[in-house]
């Protein structure tokens, strides 16, 4: 099999990474790529913004099967262009694509369907009205830009001032362009967060592990938010009763509703959960995989993931099973100093090779350029340094360890990823 994958991040790495065992797979390109994804797939550049030339490279390399890492493409129709000449392809078709592309579209899937998630307490277009509004509630509470903002289009609001300004930069000055023309305001969730990721076929679906990522830039959570700065996965991070809950309540009625029609739901799809007092709702849904997540999930896998997506694209998950590693996994962001701000790439790393070295680990790329047999950082998250082993802590302590070898100007990263460990408050336990 002739594999292509869309992406150049730490999440597509990861996929490169495990697609390289499978016994079903002979080549790998991927566009763009990374500096670590050129030593295990062949990298080459196509326009995402094109999907139709994104088509014609798969039609071109002969490829049988493509699978999708960032949301955009999806958004865009990818899935459809693909459907239409006949590729095979791992995502969703922009009509459910929108579940991600639309906060406003999801909510009221969410909401036609019976599955818990938090109120809505307005939609505006009119930065008048939203401040109006936001005079008369409590705080805190969530404003989201209904479309694609790159991670920026939420706010949780502890006051009227945050709320206000973010309602201004939203509608007034037209910071997120078209993606922030109408806002929501809902109510504030309380609890942990949960990211439950589940592959589906249209028919039939399988989850994969359950994760939790960090997203706030410095220890402690404090700091603006960013892509994520890591994630950790391990047996136990949430009990068999809620994960049955989160199953009935909310996975199972979303895969049913997903699976009717001519145009079911295909490809990875992420629940971003909120383990409330009452029970699991949710905060938001991605129609792809997360980044961080994917390479703890992906450190964990002890299945041809080769031989599982081809699967998916083919309408015959029932027959699969998704085995796991035992253990844990923890993924730990090294990020070029300044992000998710303003930062300078370019810079030399060096101990990538000391750090490979240690067993259990695994340095997925997310924004690397390779000249000759030196890495130069290219991005704000520039490796995402992942350990797998028997427990949490021994994950934590291998990710760390490799951490410790690699050098650049200017890096940063978390001191904390999986500190608080598996079974934080998980509230909403029954
Ligand atoms: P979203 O893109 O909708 O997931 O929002 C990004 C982050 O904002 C989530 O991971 C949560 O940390 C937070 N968030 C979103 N919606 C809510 C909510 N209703 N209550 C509390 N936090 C929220």
């Keep these: 099999m002739r594999v292509l994958v869309i992406g150049g991040g730490g999440r597509e790495h990861a996929l490169v990474w495990k697609l390289r065992q499978s016994r079903d797979v002979s080549d790998i390109w991927c566009t763009p790529g990374n500096g670590g994804i050129s030593q295990q797939a062949e990298c080459v550049s196509a326009n995402l913004e094109d999907i139709s030339t994104v088509a014609d490279l798969a039609e071109s390399l002969r490829i049988d099967l493509t699978v999708v890492g960032p949301e955009q493409p999806l958004v865009d129709g990818i899935a459809d262009e693909f459907d239409r000449r006949g590729l095979r392809i791992v995502g969703p ?19 036609n369907h019976g599955i818990p998630t938090a109120s809505v307490l307005g939609v505006f277009t009119s930065a008048q009205d939203a401040l109006k509004k936001l005079g008369n509630l409590s705080y805190p509470v969530v404003l989201k830009a209904d479309g694609l903002c790159g991670g920026k289009g939420v706010l949780v609001a502890s006051t009227y001032s945050e709320a206000s300004d973010f309602v201004n930069r939203s509608l007034e000055t037209r910071e997120f362009g078209h993606s922030g023309g109408k806002l929501l305001i809902e109510e504030a969730l309380h609890g942990s967060e949960l990211s439950f990721i589940v592959l589906s076929d249209g028919r039939d679906y399988l989850p994969l592990v359950p994760t939790r990522d960090h997203k706030r830039v410095f220890d402690g959570d404090a700091g603006p938010n960013t892509g994520g700065m890591g994630a950790y996965s391990c047996d136990g991070i949430i009990s068999p009763s809620l994960e049955a809950q989160i199953l009935e309540r909310v996975v199972e009625p979303t895969m049913r509703a997903l699976s009717t029609g001519v145009d079911p739901y295909r490809g990875f799809l992420y629940f971003g959960l909120m383990l409330t007092p009452v029970g699991p709702k949710v905060l938001e849904f991605n129609c792809r995989l997360g980044d961080p997540e994917a390479q703890a999930i ?36 090294m990020a070029s100093g300044g992000y998710p701000g303003k930062y300078t790439a370019g810079k030399e790393i060096h101990g990538l090779e000391e750090a490979e070295a240690i067993s259990g680990v695994n340095l997925f790329h997310a924004g690397t350029k390779r000249e000759r047999s030196i890495y130069y950082t290219g991005s704000g998250r520039v490796l995402g340094v992942t350990g797998a082993s028997e427990s949490l802590d021994s994950a934590r302590r291998l990710a760390y360890d490799a951490v410790r070898r690699i050098q650049f100007a200017d890096c940063h990263y978390r001191r904390d990823i999986a500190l608080a460990g598996c079974r934080v408050a998980n509230i909403g336990e029954a």
């Design 298 to 333: 992906v450190a964990r896998m002890d299945f041809d993931l080769g031989d599982v997506l081809q699967a998916s694209a083919e309408g015959r998950l029932r027959a699969q099973e998704l085995k796991w590693r035992l253990g844990a996994s923890v993924c730990v962001v």
């Design 93 to 111: 078709t922009r009509k459910w694509a929108r579940l991600e592309g639309s906060k406003l579209f999801a909510k009221e899937f969410l909401n």
